[in-house]
């Protein structure tokens, strides 16, 4: 009796041993803290299914979203936009194109930008936070000044002045606008953690063995002062898609009204809101979701790297 | 020759808009190869600021270091940032006081070994993973091929600071710097910290200096003893003569003041006096004359020099008489 009950006893601490002794490494540690995570699962669901819908969307359209169905264009009235129909899910647009098919490939625009505007953000972000965090001194006065500059206008109206300055606007547009407001944030929050690196013990005794100061910024600052960056970059998307949106709503974005394009979409539907608000209303939503779903992706991958909130 | 000579160590730390402070003020001591040096003091004494002037690791902007650190006859102080580099990690050697936080938590613990041998010693990548493995056996790390692709937080205390003084001997450095390696340990594995220490030393030329608070690790482990007191030494002496017989107010109040198993039932603890100041004065005075017992008139008017007494250097105008000492043998270690 007794020996059964060590037995077990045993039994339980091996299998401890041998749960401490798994490698787990920062990133890990954090994808698993992740997975337990609902509101991560819910964000990384949601984004996901519009990642796949973007990249599925020419195959998933039911119909062709660049030609005017003539079954729809038929029943166009001033005052009426067709609704549902046999083939078309959601009926027709504006302009006698079918409306679900034109939503789905949406997905695919707004995916473009959004990930093109960040990463364009996020590296132009690091080069500049970095030199900033790595050299100090003049460099990083310099930067910071700039980047306090960038920073006093409100990220729209910044946004807008920068797609101003091209003489044809485009996606690309709208793009590098985006992105130029994403870039004074990042600088900023990857110089604050490179210098706190900086004086970290770890970076010391690095100095202390002789090690190249190459070397110590990009093996023993960058990597560690990365994760609040990564955690920006996630929320990002978020603000870039919406920003995005906003800039084609404006005009500001490509000005061909055939493209599909969330933030086009609601601003063509502007005049039609009495005769059919789905017009605007799914795009809208569409919107919401999908910032959500980052903004949620986001927050737990903050959650996740935060050494504060571990157990 | 000494292996390392400091004369005249000054360090002074100055802000825009603070007086300036000084933190060592006219330091000197020397180091033989194979040697085992002391500096023992309380926090703020300036224990790590004189060990981080000889591995030139002061902020440049910050701090004014004057004197001269002579190693094997080169002046350190006049290397340029260049050669600086090249001679930390491959003549001087450092481990530092919290193993964790010294060690970079997103690399695993081989590449920090290995990073030294290439930097060093020019070894490739495959040769400097073997010498890893060698490296970390020998500080006797169980298992070091599993070890070497751990990251920091899996190791415990004791293995992190193995590791760390791996790292430091990795390329056999003939001065060894440790800054409190113990501190952050507890009891059972600073003893084992310490052996390793004293192992991987003895028989070598590798000297080292031992920096602490903890006068039990100085008793162990170093041959000459310098007791630091507001930026300046107050008392060097060989070991065994400082614990018989510790002349200098500072000294003796220190091992006075440790807890000791013999002592009677509900005996007092008998503190020093006081704290250290923010900065101290020892213009015009003995900076330790506040607290101390045996302050005269002239403690408080004329700053003491370190003079030689009785076959030990000692910064003190009244002494503690050995026959002071009460109960003689009770300070004998």
Redesign the interface.
């Known amino acids: 009796m007794a020996s059964k009950l060590m037995q077990r006893r045993r039994d339980r601490i091996d299998e401890l041993a041998a749960g401490a002794d798994e490698?787990?490494?920062?990133a890990k540690d954090a994808m698993r803290r992740m997975a337990r995570n609902p509101v991560a699962i819910t964000g990384a669901s949601i984004i996901a299914v519009f990642a796949v819908l973007a990249v599925l969307s020419p195959v998933l359209a039911p119909k062709d979203p660049f030609i005017r169905y003539n079954e729809l264009t038929d029943r166009l009235r001033p005052d009426a936009i067709p609704g549902p129909m046999p083939g078309f899910l959601l009926g027709s647009d504006q302009n006698g194109y079918d409306f679900f098919s034109r939503l789905l490939v949406g997905a695919q625009q707004t995916l473009i930008v959004g990930v093109m505007a960040t990463l364009i953000g996020v590296s132009i972000g690091i080069v500049l936070g970095g030199l900033a965090g790595a050299i100090g001194g003049w460099v990083d006065t310099l930067l910071m000044r700039f980047t306090d500059i960038m920073l006093s206008f409100p990220s729209l109206l910044l946004a807008i002045s920068i797609a101003a300055l091209f003489a044809r606007t485009s996606q690309w547009t709208v793009i590098i606008a985006v992105a130029m407001v994403a870039v004074p944030i990042f600088a900023r929050l990857l110089r604050g953690s490179m210098l706190a690196q900086r004086h970290?013990?770890?970076v010391?005794?690095?100095?202390?063995?002789?090690?190249?100061r190459r070397?110590i910024v990009f093996?023993?600052m960058l990597?560690?002062a990365l994760g609040p960056v990564i955690v920006q970059a996630t929320l990002t998307l978020a603000t870039a898609i919406i920003d995005a949106a906003a800039l084609s709503f404006l005009g500001l974005g490509d000005p061909d009204p055939v493209r599909a394009e969330w933030g086009l979409m609601l601003a063509n539907a502007q005049d039609y809101l009495e005769v059919k608000p789905e017009l605007a209303f799914y795009p809208a939503i569409a919107i919401i979701v999908v910032a959500l779903g980052f903004t949620l992706l986001g927050e737990s991958l903050r959650e996740a790297l935060d050494p504060k909130t571990r157990r | 020759m000494a292996l390392l000579e400091v004369r005249d160590l000054s360090v002074v730390f100055s802000r825009k808009g603070q007086s300036p402070f000084s933190a060592v003020d006219g330091v000197s001591f020397s180091v033989q190869p194979g040697q085992t040096v002391g500096l023992v003091g309380e926090s703020g004494c300036g224990k790590s600021v004189t060990s981080l002037a000889i591995?030139g690791?002061l902020p440049r902007r910050s701090a004014r270091v004057g004197g001269s650190v002579a190693f094997e006859g080169t002046e350190l102080f006049s290397l340029s940032d260049k050669e600086m580099?090249?001679?930390?990690?491959?003549d001087l050697?450092?481990v530092?006081q919290?193993p964790l936080?010294?060690?970079?938590?997103?690399?695993p613990i081989g590449?920090q070994v290995t990073?030294?041998l290439e930097?060093?010693r020019g070894m490739a990548r495959k040769q400097a993973r073997a010498e890893a493995t060698e490296l970390l056996n020998k500080v006797g790390i169980p298992d070091p091929t599993r070890r070497l692709?751990?990251?920091p937080h899996?190791l415990s205390g004791g293995m992190r600071q193995r590791a760390?003084i791996a790292?430091?001997l990795a390329c056999r450095p003939r001065l060894l710097i440790a800054d409190e390696p113990t501190t952050a340990l507890d009891v059972t594995i600073q003893a084992q910290i310490l052996s390793l220490l004293k192992e991987l030393v003895a028989g070598t030329e590798t000297a080292l200096i031992m920096i602490t608070h903890d006068l039990g690790v100085v008793a162990g482990l170093c041959d000459e003893v310098n007791v630091l007191y507001g930026g300046r030494i107050v008392e060097r002496a060989e070991r065994h003569e400082l614990f018989a017989a510790p002349r200098h107010p500072y000294t003796h109040g220190l091992l006075d003041s440790i807890p000791r198993l013999d002592a009677a039932r509900g005996e007092k603890l008998s503190p020093i006096r006081g704290s250290v100041a923010d900065n101290i004065p020892w213009d015009g005075g003995c900076a330790f004359a506040p607290r101390c017992p045996n302050a005269l008139r002239t403690c408080v008017e004329v700053t003491p020099e370190l003079e030689w007494h009785e076959g030990r250097l000692l910064r003190c105008h009244n002494p503690v008489q050995p026959a002071a000492l009460g109960v003689g043998s009770k300070e004998a270690r």
Request: glycine content about 8%; aromatic content about 4%.
């Open positions: 490698g787990v490494s920062l970290s013990d770890h010391l005794a690095a100095t202390a063995l002789g090690v190249h070397t093996r023993h990597p560690n | 591995m690791l580099r090249d001679r930390r990690g491959k050697g450092m530092f919290d936080s010294s060690l970079n938590p997103v690399v590449l990073e030294v930097r060093h692709s751990e990251y899996q760390l790292i430091a």
